[in-house]
Each structure stands twice: as C-alpha cells, then as structure tokens.
Nanobody
C-alpha cells in the first residue's frame, strides 16, 4: 500500500512561516506529479501547489509569492515552505501524488494561522 507521510504544520501567528514535508516511495520521486492541497472547514479541497517530475511548478493565485514547493529526489521528499501566512491559510493540508490513472493522498496535517 502506497503511503505518503506528512510532517510539519501547527499553529503560527499571522505573518509567520511554516514548512510542510511529505515523504513517499522512490517511485513517486521520479514519475509522479506531487502536490499540496488544503481543505478549510466547510470548503472543498483545493490545490495549493504542484511540482512535476521535471521540476515544473504551479501555484494557486492565493499563495503565489508566499509559498514555495520543492522536491528532493535523493530523499524522496516534497516540501511546502509557507511564509507571510494569513488566517485564510488555515486548513488541513494534504500531500498528493498522482500519475495517469493513479492518485494518492497523505493523512493531512493541520495548519492554523491566528493571533
């Protein structure tokens, strides 16, 4: 069974920074598009950032310039560095790995931005 293991998250004041990390099997490193999604209470899950096997990235407009997604092919991890956090960024963040016909999720990690 494929597992994506997330770490990081927690509570931070507005304007602060956090880093999320996701570890997956080596297969994911080289062949899967990896991404981070989030789901706030009462809202649908939405994509935050994605990175392809070639390293191409895309971001939701709401996080551009504040969030950075990177992948480490040696350790097979995908990080999401978040800065200038806002209360609207509060949500459960999920790691995702997908390729044609296959889609996997992590268990989710809570990010809370409040004063």
């Amino acid at each position: 069974q494929v597992q994506l293991v997330e770490s990081g998250g927690g509570w931070v004041q507005p304007g602060g920074s956090l880093r999320l990390s996701c570890a997956g099997p080596r297969l994911f490193c080289n062949f899967y598009t990896m991404g981070w999604y989030r789901q706030a209470p009462g809202k649908q899950r939405e994509v935050v950032a994605q990175i392809t096997p070639l390293g191409d990235t895309n971001y939701d407009d709401s996080v551009k310039g504040r969030f950075t997604i990177t992948r480490d092919l040696t350790n097979c991890t995908v990080d999401l560095r978040m800065s200038s956090l806002k209360p609207d960024d509060t949500a459960v963040y999920y790691c995702n790995g997908r390729t044609t016909g296959l889609n996997y999720w992590g268990q989710g990690t809570q990010v809370t931005v409040s004063s």
